[in-house]
């Protein structure tokens, strides 16, 4: 691992250190370098603590144990009021409007790379460091996002809303690993925490029942579930709790006269407040030629062009990148259309944006059109 353009030994990390494997090993190997790292806990989430979920006093005695190995100093902080203002109310509000918001991409501009690291440095930080599997490079133009050494693993989707100011303080140690080497070096230093399984779900929140959780937040609205052409087939329990391309927890059986295929969500009518299913995997309700998309965010301050111009996209964390144009891109939006028709189009979700191995930044999708 390089250590960019700063000198470790005179250079003061904090890492997030979240409990899991991957933070530990990051702060590992920056001590390998020389950097000067201490560590810190941060706490999100206080609507509840149970052991079934993501227990935040759980995590915090694996961090602790962790620190305790390496040798370095652990900070805490309760960032709850934080998340709950800048990441969790525009969750609900995306579930309210009928999207599919994707938490970890705002979490990561507004807690991590931003309440983390301001805190970090009014602790005496030069810069800060995760576990995230991305590679940062730096040079004359500035601070470049690009893929990690794991295809499998690489979370610039997540991370495609920072910008240069983030960047510049960010250290990702972990960009030439795999997850396996990960845990390889994990198990040679002795870290209890070195076979816990990866952590899921939503974003500081944890593994749930999705549906039972977000029913606590947002009033459930049935209404009938229809086929594309129009033939009632069930009851939904609310639009909001659905979204595009699923197949899982639809509660339809077999269907007297129909013929044995998964259904699939194909789309969400708000007047009438119908959810419209589809059999096909590929139904022509479930693909689209290109999107609209809102908020777009160059991670260099600008398109890498004006457009129309060619690069990549990924509309979901591990898709594998698609070819596409980007026809427009101002303030307001961009107009992305595709060189293959792309399945269940999300709004809400991100689409973000490559050349090679840059990520250039992404949008939030608005609409698929055919």
């Given amino acids: 691992m390089t250590a960019g353009l700063h000198k470790p030994r005179s250079t003061r990390v904090i890492v997030g250190l979240s409990g899991g494997v991957d933070s530990a090993v990051a702060a590992h190997r920056l001590l390998g370098l020389g950097y000067a790292v201490e560590a810190l806990f941060m706490k999100n989430w206080e609507e509840d603590d149970d052991p079934g979920y993501c227990a935040a006093a759980a995590d915090l005695a694996d961090a602790r144990g962790v620190a305790e190995r390496l040798g370095i100093r652990l900070h805490t902080v309760n960032f709850a009021t934080e998340y709950w203002d800048r990441v969790f109310e525009s969750f609900l509000s995306e579930y309210r409007a009928l999207r599919t918001p994707n938490p970890d991409v705002l979490c990561n501009r507004e807690i991590k790379f931003a309440a983390f690291l301001d805190h970090a440095l009014g602790l005496g930080a030069d810069l800060i460091a995760t576990g995230h599997y991305a590679r940062v490079t730096r040079d004359a133009q500035g601070v470049r996002l690009r893929l990690c050494a794991d295809p499998d693993k690489d979370q610039t989707y997540f991370l495609h809303l920072l910008d240069q100011s ?103 009518d708000a007047e009438r407040n119908t959810l419209v299913l589809v059999q096909d995997t590929h139904h022509p309700l479930l693909m689209s030629s290109g999107l609209h998309a809102a908020r777009p965010h160059w991670i260099a301050g600008e398109p890498p062009q004006d457009p129309p111009f060619r690069c990549l996209a990924r509309l979901r964390h591990r898709q594998p990148l698609q070819h596409c144009e980007v026809v427009e891109a101002g303030e307001s939006g961009c107009r992305i259309r595709f060189d293959q028709p792309q399945r269940a189009v999300t709004p809400g979700q991100s689409v973000v944006l490559y050349r090679d191995d840059v990520c250039l930044g992404g949008a939030i999708i608005d609409a698929g059109w055919r």
């Fill in 166 to 268: 983030q960047l510049e303080r960010a250290l990702f140690p972990l960009h030439d690993l795999t997850k396996r080497e990960v845990r390889e070096i994990a198990r040679g230093l002795g870290l209890a925490n070195a076979e816990k399984k990866d952590s899921t779900g939503i974003c500081f929140i944890g593994e749930r029942r999705f549906r039972d959780f977000l029913a606590r937040y947002l009033p459930r609205e049935p209404g009938p579930i229809e086929t594309a052409e129009g033939v009632a087939i069930g009851e939904h329990r609310g639009l909001a709790y659905y979204t595009i391309g699923q197949r899982q927890g639809l509660g339809i059986g077999g269907i007297h006269g129909g013929r044995e295929a998964p259904w699939f969500v194909a789309a969400k």
